[in-house]
């Protein structure tokens, strides 16, 4: 149950660092890649729609991408663990 509290709470972890940093990276990215029109009378709601919906999807694939890498961690971790100990029993 112990190992199953520390894979969970790095996945947890590291899930939420992923969707810290593309919440800010996102926006910067959707202002490079969307220009706003400047002309007056023009309907922006499209475009901040799709702008806002899309850095909800990266947000998304942040959190699913740093759960994905705190697996990764956790398994690497495990395995040198597991590693070290078996070199310390053939001693």
């Known amino acids: ?23 800010f990276v996102a926006p910067s990215i959707g202002r490079l890649l969307i220009s706003a029109p400047v002309s ?14 899309m850095l909800i999807r990266s947000q998304i694939i942040g959190f699913f991408g740093g759960i994905i890498l705190g697996c990764s ?5 495990r395995l040198r663990q597991n590693k ?8």
Request: net charge negative.
């Open 73 to 77: 961690v956790y398994f690497y971790l």
């Open 1 to 23: 149950m112990e190992t199953f509290k520390k894979f969970s709470g790095i996945t947890l972890v590291s899930g939420l660092l992923g969707l810290l940093l593309v919440t």
């Open 84 to 91: 070290a100990n078996a070199s310390l029993e053939s001693i």
């Open 40 to 53: 007056f009378g023009t309907n922006c709601e499209p475009a901040a729609d799709w702008a806002v919906s």
